[in-house]
T-cell receptor
Framework: KNQVEQSPQSLIILEGKNCTLQ??????????LRWYKQDTGRGPVSLTI?????NTKSNGRYTATLDADTKQSSLHITASQLSDSASYIC??????????????FGRGTQLTVWP | EAGVVQSPRYKIIEKKQPVAFWCNPI?????LYWYRQNLGQGPELLIR????????DSQLPKDRFSAERLKGVDSTLKIQPAELGDSAVYLC??????????????FGAGTRLSVL
């Protein structure tokens, strides 16, 4: 069964600190993995997208890693800011097949940054 | 350039009433998605359009939900009759097929539906 699991479910950190969010998936065959940021009351916004050949990808203070062998990904946020408070959703796209390229979404990690 | 536009932003209705949501995708995007997102959950695909054709509607509850995308641009999602369990945020997204499997979906702000 194709699934995407994220941990922790929620996280509180102080402004300026770093944090790492985890994503494990069982989606197969694998095409690519995305991280989205969803602010409260808004739609998700893409942060990074990685294929199996890409181990690391950065977008400003956000760095995503991918281990396609263990089917794990992480999103590292450096020097957190208050505006980083949001839900971070891991999304996996399978290769074309019976799923018609449907995206599989995790439940998200709710990050709160305190001043 | 405007992003994906959805309306209304909020809707409160009584159960058994009909409700409709509207979505205007990014200009030139031929793929359009409707998702439902419950509190604390990730989005769940309801239907995906490639131009005017619904290519993936296997998760759309067809007994009460319907959708259309006339002329391959704007789309409407309808629920009739609404049930208490339909309370959720309904997200519309669009993407360009030129990106293939790496295409990025752009989401609208969503419509928050409350069924009383």
């Amino acid at each position: 069964k194709n699934q995407v699991e994220q941990s922790p479910q929620s996280l509180i950190i102080l402004e300026g600190k770093n944090c790492t969010l985890q994503c494990n998936y069982t989606v197969s065959p694998f095409s690519n993995l995305r991280w989205y940021k969803q602010d409260t009351g808004r739609g998700p916004v893409s942060l990074t997208i990685m294929t199996f050949s890409e181990n690391t990808k950065s977008n400003g203070r956000y760095t995503a890693t991918l281990d396609a062998d263990t089917k794990q990904s992480s999103l590292h946020i450096t020097a957190s800011q208050l505006s980083d408070s949001a839900s971070y959703i891991c999304v996996v796209r399978p290769d074309r097949g019976s799923t018609l390229g449907r995206l599989y979404f995790g439940r998200g990690t709710q990050l709160t940054v305190w001043p | 350039e405007a992003g994906v536009v959805q309306s209304p932003r909020y809707k409160i209705i009584e159960k058994k009433q009909p409700v409709a949501f509207w979505c205007n995708p990014i200009s030139g995007h031929n793929t359009l998605y409707w998702y439902r997102q419950n509190l604390g959950q990730g989005p769940e695909l309801l239907i995906r359009y490639e131009n005017e054709e619904a290519v993936d509607d296997s998760q759309l509850p067809k007994d009460r939900f319907s959708a259309e995308r006339l002329k391959g641009v704007d789309s409407t999602l309808k629920i009739q009759p609404a049930e208490l369990g339909d309370s959720a945020v309904y997200l519309c997204a669009s993407s360009s097929s030129t990106g293939g499997l790496r295409d990025i979906q752009y989401f609208g702000a969503g419509t928050r539906l409350s069924v009383l």
